[in-house]
């Protein structure tokens, strides 16, 4: 049982490249979510789905694009990466109602 | 912006110690609230679920009070393992939830 699984796991990139990052369940959760985590802070939502082919805008989406079209997949993708966005990135899940999220195990993305 | 505020800490406790966290929400709307545990440099675990009656887990005892929308996280006996920063966690609406920047806590031997 894999729970949320999440790659790459660590990347580099230059400013300007794109990238995407993968997250996927096989617990058949209809609620999916991405986050980012700077250092010393909390965990600010980018993007979340409620169902394959729904998705909506977290906190701080700029910079930042998603797709659902499958219930087990949920990539985030970065179009033109900015130092900025160098951070840990958390990809969640639940099944529904108002239960804990299942998190995977991060990516950690540089960009220089 | 419905925010969740922690204590920044560091806690640093000896072994067999008992600590507090607190934490405040500002949604009135919240209805489910978590602590979760995150290591070093490791995904968020769920510690426990907080409920309006108080509950405990082993050496965990976690308080919600709504009319003051404030949280506690009381840990008794306090081993090497609890060392961690520990997340406050409030429901904010459309199975979103709000982080607070976490509690880092050291046990030290």
Request: glycine content about 8%; some cysteine; aromatic content about 12%.
């Amino acid at each position: 049982n894999a729970g949320v699984t999440q790659t790459p796991k660590f990347r580099i990139l230059k400013i300007g490249q794109s990238m995407t990052l993968q997250c996927t369940q096989d617990m058949n959760h209809n609620y999916m979510y991405w986050y980012r985590q700077d250092p010393g802070m909390g965990l600010k939502l980018i993007y979340y789905s409620v169902g394959a082919g729904i998705t909506d805008k977290g906190e701080v989406p700029n910079g930042y694009n998603v797709s659902r079209s499958t219930t087990e997949d949920f990539p985030l993708r970065l179009e033109l990466a900015a130092p900025s966005q160098t951070s840990v990135y958390f990809c969640a899940s639940i099944p529904g109602g108002n239960q804990p999220q299942h998190f995977g195990d991060g990516t950690r993305l540089s960009i220089l | 912006r419905k925010e969740v505020e922690q204590d920044p800490g560091p806690f640093n406790v000896p072994e067999g110690a008992t600590v507090a966290f607190n934490c405040t929400y500002s949604n009135s709307a919240s209805q489910s609230f978590f602590w979760y545990r995150q290591d070093c440099r490791k995904e968020p675990k769920l510690l426990m679920s907080v409920y309006s009656s108080g509950n405990e887990d082993g050496r965990f005892t976690a308080q919600l009070n709504r009319a003051s929308q404030y949280i506690s996280l009381l840990i008794r006996d306090s081993k090497l393992s609890d060392s961690a920063t520990y997340l406050c966690v409030a429901e904010a609406g459309s199975y979103q939830l709000t982080f607070g920047k976490g509690t880092k806590l050291s046990v030290i031997p």
